[in-house]
């Protein structure tokens, strides 16, 4: 994907004034990326909270404890754009002098919320159940049931659809974690339809069952989330942006070897620190331009780049240790 677009108008801005990579550059596209998940996520917060509350009012009326834990994900999916919001909003702001690096890691501490709350609502689902199941119950009004739950399906699928294309436009894996949230809740809701399907045919357990299955399919999201999660906190990268980095660099001219490549992501942007080895004879000013040179084909290579670090070093000669003075702080 070309890192230079984003949508119709920023490709039109693209083509009418030339592209800079210089850090107004950055700062406009970074404002632009954030505007674009926070109303990403205030308009999947509408549709999960008409959802939620058709929902709920079945519930009211139905008594059916599989749709009350298909509810409940539904409403904690859609509380989760709280903190995300507030992460993005963050991210706005520029570094400061105790956070030189900028807010983007309040991202990854919204993801640490969103995988508390789908955790709570895990065990709100499976508490249900097993009370039902302890203390059978009618549900009452199946048709209704099952026409909330088909709203539901239909509700999670739009936004979970929405939250993808933007959350991989912007580069946001959380936000696309979160719409693939809202797409796990959406099987969810169709597994209360089965239930009340179940319920139908005369099978009483039908409900509890149902939402004893639910809980484990929000389990089983917990455990995704919890993943990408700690992924970020450990500063995990897939591995074919390594490879793209280093393929990039060999390309540079100038750049004679390559040494070690460190990528990382603070919330939705991602960072990197390479090392290039450069011809021994080189002034300053020469490997400073090469340097660049490394810096502007890495911008073009990764997705969502935003400050690269770049370090050079003389081809050694004889044997030359250059950083011989540092062996002791290694």
Known sequence: MDPHRHGVFARARHLLRPHSHGTAGRVDRELESAAEGMRALWISVAGLGVTALVQAAVVAASGSVALLGDTLHNAA????AVPLAAAFWLARRPPSRRYTYGYGRAEDLAGM???AVIAVSCAAAGWSAIARLLDPAPVRHLPAVAAAAVVGFVGNELVARYRIRVGRRIGSAALVADGLHARADGFTS???????????????????????????????VLRQAGREVCHRLMDAVD????????????TVPGVLATGAVRLRWTGHRLRAECEVVVDHRASVVQAHRVAVAT??????????????????????????DHHAVLADHR
């Open 239 to 250: 591995p074919a942006l390594v490879d793209r980095a280093e393929e990039a660099l060999r």
């Open 190 to 220: 169709l597994a209360v339809l089965a239930g009340a399907a179940g319920m139908a045919a005369g099978w009483q357990w039908a409900d509890p069952v149902v939402g004893l299955a639910i809980t484990v399919a929000i389990a089983a």
């Open 77 to 80: 999916d859609a509380l989760t």
């Open 295 to 320: 810096e502007h084909a890495l911008l073009h290579a990764l997705p969502r780049l935003h400050g690269v670090t770049v370090h050079a070093d003389p081809q050694p000669v004889d044997g030359t």
């Open 113 to 115: 919320l969103v995988v």
